[in-house]
């Protein structure tokens, strides 16, 4: 009697089966009664915690932005061969000078300048009177200013030959960071392309490039001043309470069967900083000097309108 009730405790006490307590004296076969430790339990691994599955992640904003930027390029791109379809040719870029995002069409193909090579004029005269630790001249001022805001060919004339000519303002490029423009001697037969023309508009604007602070301000004065009879191109697409600063060019010769050269580049600003970009459009084979301008501001309405800035 004494050994049975003995072996009876002895079976109701702690059972270690690899490490796991079992507790009674049964074993549960599915059909109820005691048994073994709850499910949740199992030998030699204690208590098992079930593991959720990791939540997908989703996009983030910056990628979200980055895919929205290259949808609009897209469809700008469309937009613009739509165009090429039927016009002569031409090139545009966009530089957003508050994020740095920059687009371009066709951004290497060369162009004559005609007269917009006048921005380069000033900038390389701007940085010589820097590195004079001056400010610029009466003279000088009263050459610049009507090269810039009159598009006058003889002050041009003068300000290139006196800044040393095709070689120096080769060298001036150099600083500026245009590498896809060759300088002629004929200064208007100056050839570009618009992935240059944003970088040097880019230079104007950039408390970080070669130009200071004045010399800045004064390329900005002058060109968001250009007489009326001037502001076609890049102002177009100016929305009310921005400003604009623009150099236009324009050129016939018989070399092109009489057709137009006809380029605009320049930078649309708003007060808020909301907008801030630069754009340079370039163009030929246009038939006539009116058609050109439209077809340049067409071009630049576009990016507008799909870029969204």
Same mark, same amino acid.
């Given at each position: 009697?004494?050994?049975?009730?003995?072996?009876?405790?002895?079976? *109701?006490?702690?059972?270690? &089966?690899?490490?796991? @307590?079992?507790?009674? !004296?049964?074993? /549960? =076969?599915?059909?109820?009664?005691?048994?073994?430790?709850?499910?949740?339990?199992?030998?030699?691994?204690?208590?098992?915690?079930?593991?959720?599955?990791?939540?997908?992640?989703?996009?983030?904003?910056?990628?979200?932005?980055?895919?929205?930027?290259?949808?609009?390029?897209?469809?700008?791109?469309?937009?613009?061969?739509?165009?090429?379809?039927?016009?002569?040719?031409?090139?545009?870029?966009?530089?957003?000078?508050?994020?740095?995002?920059?687009?371009?069409?066709?951004?290497?193909?060369?162009?004559?300048? *005609?007269?917009?090579?006048? &921005?380069?004029?000033? @900038?390389?005269?701007? !940085?010589?009177? /820097? =590195?004079?630790?001056?400010?610029?001249?009466?003279?000088?001022?009263?050459?610049?200013?009507?090269?810039?805001?009159?598009?006058?060919?003889?002050?041009?004339?003068?300000?290139?030959?006196?800044?040393?000519?095709?070689?120096?303002?080769?060298?001036?490029?150099?600083?500026?960071?245009?590498?896809?423009?060759?300088?002629?001697?004929?200064?208007?037969?100056?050839?570009?392309?618009?992935?240059?023309?944003?970088?040097?508009?880019?230079?104007?604007?950039?408390?970080?490039?070669?130009?200071?602070?004045?010399?800045?301000?004064?390329?900005?004065?002058?060109?968001?001043?250009?007489?009326?009879?001037?502001?076609?191109?890049?102002?177009?697409?100016?929305?009310?309470?921005?400003?604009?600063?623009?150099?236009?060019?324009?050129?016939?010769?018989?070399?092109?069967?009489?057709?137009?050269?006809?380029?605009?580049?320049?930078?649309?600003?708003?007060?808020?900083?909301?907008?801030?970009?630069?754009?340079?459009?370039?163009?030929?084979?246009?038939?006539?000097?009116?058609?050109?301008?439209?077809?340049?501001?067409?071009?630049?309405?576009?990016?507008?309108?799909?870029?969204?800035?």
């Amino acid at each position: 009697m004494r050994l049975t009730r003995q072996w009876i405790l002895a079976l *109701a006490v702690v059972i270690i &089966v690899g490490g796991v @307590a079992l507790i009674g !004296l049964g074993v /549960q =076969d599915g059909r109820g009664g005691g048994g073994l430790l709850p499910s949740s339990l199992t030998i030699g691994g204690g208590t098992s915690t079930p593991r959720a599955s990791p939540a997908s992640r989703g996009p983030s904003a910056e990628e979200l932005a980055k895919a929205e930027r290259a949808q609009r390029a897209k469809k700008l791109d469309a937009a613009l061969k739509k165009v090429a379809a039927e016009a002569p040719e031409f090139s545009v870029a966009v530089l957003d000078n508050r994020t740095g995002q920059h687009y371009s069409y066709r951004g290497s193909e060369a162009y004559d300048t *005609a007269s917009i090579v006048k &921005v380069q004029v000033l @900038a390389c005269l701007l !940085l010589r009177a /820097q =590195d004079e630790e001056r400010e610029l001249t009466s003279g000088e001022r009263a050459l610049a200013e009507p090269m810039i805001r009159r598009s006058d060919n003889d002050a041009t004339s003068t300000l290139f030959g006196q800044l040393g000519g095709r070689a120096a303002i080769t060298r001036c490029n150099e600083r500026l960071g245009l590498t896809e423009t060759e300088v002629r001697t004929a200064w208007g037969l100056t050839r570009t392309t618009v992935d240059d023309q944003v970088k040097l508009l880019d230079v104007l604007v950039d408390s970080r490039g070669p130009l200071d602070a004045d010399s800045r301000q004064t390329a900005f004065l002058m060109m968001s001043t250009v007489v009326d009879s001037q502001q076609w191109g890049v102002p177009q697409v100016a929305e009310r309470g921005e400003a604009a600063t623009v150099k236009n060019g324009w050129d016939t010769r018989t070399a092109d069967g009489g057709r137009w050269a006809i380029n605009s580049i320049g930078r649309v600003v708003s007060a808020d900083d909301h907008t801030d970009v630069s754009i340079a459009v370039l163009s030929h084979n246009n038939p006539s000097m009116n058609a050109g301008i439209g077809l340049v501001e067409k071009v630049a309405t576009l990016t507008r309108e799909h870029l969204k800035y």
